[in-house]
């Protein structure tokens, strides 16, 4: 898992349109990884728990980002 998904901190540097594209990414793979499984073609049935949360990653990286600019828009505006 390590290699092929980034870390939370590696995240963090990534512009939010880049996360969106990852997100999109991995929703795919993980749509074609069950699908896999169903067939029985897939013994690691694993890798659907590390997508998930690596989806999850992100989407809390987004949320920190978006809320932290409203913040910041919030305060600029007070």
């Known amino acids: ?3 092929k998904y980034p870390r939370a901190t590696e995240l963090k540097e990534l512009p939010v349109d880049e996360l ?5 990414t991995i929703r795919q793979d993980l749509w074609n990884a069950r699908i896999k499984v169903q067939n029985g073609s897939m013994q690691q049935v694993n890798t659907l728990k590390q997508m998930r ?3 999850a990653r992100i989407e809390t990286v987004i949320t920190a980002k ?3 600019a409203s913040v910041e828009n919030s305060s600029e505006n007070s």
């Open 53 to 55: 949360r690596q989806i």
């Open 66 to 68: 978006t809320s932290d």
């Open 20 to 24: 969106n594209t990852q997100i999109k």
């Open 1 to 3: 898992m390590a290699d």
